[in-house]
């Protein structure tokens, strides 16, 4: 069989040792720039895990939120809680990030006992006393002192005893009439009780409990709770994680006496989240481990595999020098993360098309090692390549997404993918060509109990090196069997090969039938399975529990004089970037009709019916059952009312 000679082929063969130390040099000078990089402070490696951008920055429903987001740090504005001389909001005075405990007892049992509620009494008061919990973050009230938690301990231990006698029993000797007392004194105590609770004089059960650490903002170091909110929101997750993280984890592991708690805070889970995606990337070492082992049977070369793995671990290096810096992307997060697992597998891949169609090329008879190299490079290039750019344009799509997250990890799988293709053309053949001219005789002792599958020479016995691999290789039978047996007894018959396509085309009508009946899912996402903490926790507060004046709601506000934000000088990849202030000059409100009329706004919410209240899910206030608005108009028209009546009454007096 007579075959071109390839140029870059001949040129290995010609030096193979030069060749294979300039292709290995590229890939380390990879590797390395990225460690000197990484050590100068350069940021090449810009991974963020603490959130998932996933909005659209540019729209006017972002932009606008934003606008009143940011414009509380702008220095042009002054707010009620500042004044002109500087001084700053009290340290920790506004309830910030709570952490919620949930105390459950086996098997939906009584968990309102005399040992029970010992045991959360105790644990409590340990949280309570926590170092960073009562230095750093609790809520402070105006004497400087942290808030006590909100827990039905607190109907015990003498806190509300000033309302009725009843409450206080230390020593919880007389349950059902403190908890009755406390349901009959204050609207909110149902909210620590499961929907199934029952309290009477004489009985009291519950299935489960709830109590509320509160925290709280400004921190040291922060003016105002809308000063810097990234960085606050960062200080509370650390913070979060010193005082909490360990003892309710372990907690949560080992009970407390006959209880089962989880717990619930905001802050907690973007730790939980980092911690998990960190652990997962140690599984990309199990990855390479299986490939590594995998590669090592099917090459029977520690110096292809070795190098093979090698070549698939720097292409994230190449990929990323060309993201960070040519590119100029800020931004990697959890889903670039994924990309280490792909190009683990699409990479191996790459190898053994090359290296399988190299062995095959054994049975061609070319003469001479050059043109079976030259057979073997073209026709796995090209295959190679095909698969590659077919990936390459299936990542490169989600470059139209105005999603960050979405489209810079299209970007850098794409890299990746082609950078790897490439490290597969130029380095793979030097380490193929080397092993053959240098290494091929050698062997681990692990591994001579494996057989060489390569023939002694080229083009010699060719007849009987066929029937030594029929008998040994299994992939042969396989292909064996697909080109021939199966080809003509199913795709080449002439009635099977239409039954075939018949299924075919059901199966992928059934698909589309179901696809196009796919809708968004609304519930939250469980990022960890049953039987954790966060996964137990959202099921029992959401399934057991009514909602409660200490949840958390969403603010709705209805801001005028701001345009939408000015981002223009963000990088694109900066989600975080706070963008310019855009005041709207032409408010005037002053104008005595524009108060009114926005006085007039404030009051038609107020005075909106029961029904329209709910399909707005307009909370309203527990004791005196008013929709919760806060509108600084009605504010000031009660303010000048007082006013003006004083001084009528002054007036009167005078005469």
């Given at each position: 069989m007579v075959q071109t000679e390839n140029r870059y082929c001949k040129l290995i063969l010609g030096y193979p040792k030069v060749c294979?130390?300039?292709?290995?040099?590229?890939?380390?000078?990879?590797v390395l720039a990225t460690g000197l990089m990484i050590s100068s402070g350069y940021d090449?490696?810009?991974?963020?895990l603490s959130e998932l951008p996933m909005k659209l920055e540019n729209s006017d429903i972002k932009l606008q939120g934003d606008a009143w987001k940011f414009v509380t740090s702008d220095p042009r504005v002054t707010w009620s809680f500042e004044n002109p001389s500087g001084h700053k909001e009290a340290l920790r005075s506004s309830r910030y990030d709570p952490l919620e405990i949930y105390y459950q007892q086996q098997n939906n049992q009584n968990v309102l006992t005399t040992e029970n509620l010992k045991?959360?009494?105790?644990?409590?008061e340990s949280l309570f006393n926590n170092s960073v919990y009562q230095n750093k973050l609790c809520l402070l009230k105006p004497n400087t002192k942290c808030t006590k938690p909100s827990s039905i301990i607190r109907f015990f231990d003498g806190t509300y005893s000033n309302l009725h006698p009843n409450l206080f029993d230390p020593f919880f000797t007389n349950i059902s009439n403190v908890l009755k007392t406390a349901i009959l004194m204050l609207p909110t105590a149902k909210d620590h009780f499961s929907n199934d609770f029952k309290i009477t004089t004489t009985v009291s059960t519950a299935s489960a409990l709830r109590s509320m650490f509160l925290t709280g903002n400004p921190f040291e170091g922060f003016k105002s709770t809308h000063d810097r909110q990234n960085e606050q929101l960062a200080k509370c997750r650390e913070l979060a994680g010193d005082a909490f993280g360990s003892i309710l984890d372990n907690t949560f592991k080992k009970g407390l006496g006959k209880l089962k708690i989880y717990y619930r805070m905001n802050s907690l889970v973007m730790n939980v989240i980092q911690r998990q995606v960190i652990w997962d990337l140690f599984l990309v070492a199990g990855s390479f481990a299986f490939i590594f082992v995998f590669m090592i049977v099917q090459t029977q070369s520690l110096w292809i595999t070795g190098w093979s793995i090698f070549s698939i671990f720097s292409s994230f290096f190449g990929a990323n020098i060309i993201y960070r810096i040519l590119l100029d992307y800020r931004y990697i997060g959890i889903f670039h993360v994924l990309t280490v697992f792909i190009i683990a597998g699409i990479g191996a891949d790459d190898v053994f098309v090359f290296y399988d169609t190299w062995r095959s090329s054994r049975d061609k008879g070319f003469p001479t090692i050059l043109e079976r190299f030259s057979f073997t490079y073209n026709h796995a290039a090209k295959a190679m390549l095909i698969t590659s750019i077919t990936t390459f344009v299936a990542f490169l799509t989600n470059v139209l997404s105005p999603l960050l997250a979405v489209s810079s990890f299209g970007v850098f799988s794409a890299l990746i993918v082609m950078v790897n293709y490439i490290s597969v053309i130029v380095f793979i053949p030097t380490v193929l060509i080397t092993?053959?001219?240098y290494w091929k005789d050698w062997k681990w002792p692990s591994l001579r109990y494996f057989k060489n599958k390569t023939s002694p020479s080229d083009g010699e016995g060719v007849a009987e090196q066929n029937n030594i691999r029929q008998s040994v290789d299994p992939t042969q039978k396989i292909a064996a069997f697909l080109g021939e047996t199966f080809y003509s007894s199913v795709i080449g018959h002439k009635v099977l090969r239409w039954v075939v396509m018949s299924i075919g085309v059901a199966v992928i009508s059934v698909s589309i039938s179901f696809a196009v009946q796919l809708v968004p899912n609304e519930d939250q996402i469980d990022f960890m399975g049953p039987g954790s903490n966060w996964y137990d926790v959202r099921r029992l507060r959401d399934n057991s529990f009514n909602p409660s004046?200490?949840?958390?709601?969403?603010?709705v506000y209805v801001v005028w004089g701001l345009q939408n934000q000015d981002r223009s000088d963000c990088h694109f990849t900066d989600y975080k970037c706070a963008g310019n202030s855009v005041f709207d000059n032409s408010l005037d409100i002053s104008n005595p009709p524009c108060q009114m009329a926005l006085l007039g706004l404030c009051?038609?919410?107020?005075t909106l019916s029961g029904e329209k209240l709910k399909s707005l899910n307009i909370r309203r206030d527990q004791v005196t059952n008013t929709p919760i608005v806060k509108c600084f108009l009605a504010a000031m028209e009660s303010y000048f009312k007082e006013r003006w009546q004083r001084r009528v009454g002054l007036e009167l007096m005078a005469v």
């Open positions: 294979f130390a300039l292709a290995l040099g590229c890939h380390v000078v990879a090449i490696l810009p991974l963020d045991e959360i009494q105790n644990f409590e092993y053959e001219l004046e200490e949840d958390q709601f969403f603010s009051k038609e919410i107020e």
